[in-house]
């Protein structure tokens, strides 16, 4: 892989001295100044910097942000005005800087808060999905009821994440949509200007549901759909009729021309594997933006469906055709962004085919869509490639982590049975840094098979749910990888 000279750069801020000069110059970009109150980065990208009282304490220290972002970004002024009126790439910026200054630069490296949170919002669902990681079929009863977050205390947590500084935030479950407060939830996390996006089942979307969750600031939405015909998406499901409401809700929300994202999620199982091209090629026609095939994990239920899975063979054959739409994606901008989860080893196939130029840095950012180049024009897919080793693969403990419906921090979101702290009681930035499971995921270096001796454990690093719900040890080989 060709190395960047920024790539190269941070390099040198690994070890030793420099190490430490690195979290000291991070954390003066970041720290809050006590005679105005700013940090010097906010400074330079908050939206209402030009009404800022000039402060002489910290004005070398902005110039130095200034320096920083310009020379790293490489945007001209307009890419750079658009970039700093972006809430998420502003808060990312910051949460990164912030990670580098608690836990030094590192590969990967974790960003303080995380970026992005999974809300598993109900244990609630109209289905029963036979590979469901949360059994949540069994919960209508006042039992469960009582132990969720009641509609008061999320409206804390989403005031807390957004506080923390964390850029986006996406309601899965269970079903969202079946607690009647999801609306008013929603709308509190848009108004905080947290990116807030939906996992749904999408049985429950006629246009005026579709339209009232746009009008929460709702600006991506997925939706299940896991074969062409409706036979093995309802068996899957577990309800008659799913499959043929599912694709009512994706047409609804495709032909209402609201969400800026439109996604399609696919089970990836060896009953449906001829299926995937068609799938695509259906995403296309409905007006998708992007396509999500995913593993069944070994968490929940999905412990009992590894009859299910597809072979080594029949895996590599089925990356192969997935690396070559998302190739062809990258270069043209033509047709869905199709990426997989749970298959951290598609990123690899991806930049093997491509040269190493074009492959998505984790599973929860490509790189290269259409919205990114908006903002930052040709600069965004090198901006991107320059920190894929410090940003790539599984993102759990590094980036994101998932919260249950009681508001406990969990390392990802099907992980659901490890409750690493609850938000409203411990603190979100206090279990991110001091969580000792967090702390272990995070050291990719020390994983260990044949995931910590590949040459692409920085943009891949195996699926840490996959290795942990197999062996127990966050750290062990990701056993479903076929390479």
Known sequence: ??????NSVLKIFEHGPAAAFARLLASSLVNICPHCQQSP??????????????CLYCYPSTIIANTFLRKVLKLNDEEFQRFTSNTLYTRSVVAWLRGVGRFGVSKPQPTLPPIAIVWNFTYKCNLKCIHCYQDSHSVFDENTHSIELSTSEALRVVDIIAKSGCGSLSFSGGEPLIRDDFYEIAKRTSKRRLLCTLSTNGTMIDQTVAKDIADTGVTGISISLDSYSSSFHDELRGVKGAHAKALQGIEVCSEIDQFKELIIAVTLTNRNIKEIPDLIELASELGATRLYVSRILPVGRGKALSHLNVNPTEQKSILKDLSEFFVNYAKTGKGVAVMTRGMTYFAPQCAKLSNYEIFPISEIVIGFEKRHEEIMGKSAKKLFRQFAEYAGGCATGITYCGLSPEGNILPCAPVTHIHLGNILENGLENIW???????????????RGKCGKCTHNFICGGCRVTAYGESGDWLASDPSCPY
């Open 1 to 6: 892989m060709q190395l960047l000279q920024l």
């Open 433 to 447: 840094i001091n969580n000792p499971v967090l702390r272990t995921v995070r050291n990719r270096s020390q994983v």
């Open 41 to 54: 980065i906010v400074r330079i990208l908050s939206e209402v910097r030009r009404e800022m009282p000039f």
